[in-house]
């Protein structure tokens, strides 16, 4: 290992060492404008980034603000008593009444069906045979 170590030169570091040497100078001094050059323009984009950001967040922030304003009115419209339909109670009383008419209907076939018993007694006799 050598006893020197060559630490990076930051741009600044660079121009300023460029401008105190003369052999070497051009060239330092030309990287030390390229590379403030772009630290500068890369910290503009950085602040114009924050900046735009900044105010995305502000607009958020204000429908934010304007959608809470009116949020005591759409509870108020959304607890206000409809005015409820007769539609679901004719609807059940007409199923009850269709049930109620096919219930009668099927005991009245059924009765029907069924033959009636006889008063008289059975003509063939019953006891069994020796």
């Known amino acids: ?7 990076r030169l930051t741009p600044r570091k660079r121009l300023a060492r460029g401008l105190a040497y003369s052999a070497v100078g051009p060239v330092d001094v ?3 404008v390229v590379g403030l ?11 114009l980034r924050s900046r735009y950001r900044a105010g995305q967040l502000q607009r958020q922030l204000a429908a934010a603000q304007e959608a809470a304003s009116r949020l005591p009115e759409a509870l108020a419209q959304a607890s206000r008593p409809k005015r409820r339909s007769r539609r679901p109670w004719v609807l059940a009383g007409v199923a009850v009444v269709a049930l109620a008419g096919g ?28």
């Not at 050059?37 to 602040?47: E, G, L, R």
């Open 1 to 7: 290992m050598s006893s020197q170590m060559h630490a």
């Open 30 to 32: 030309t990287r030390g």
């Open 103 to 130: 219930a009668a209907a099927f005991s009245i076939i059924r009765r029907s069906s069924q033959p009636e018993p006889s008063p008289r007694p059975p003509s063939v006799e019953v006891a069994p045979r020796p």
């Open 37 to 47: 050059s772009v630290h500068s323009a890369q910290s503009t984009a950085a602040n």
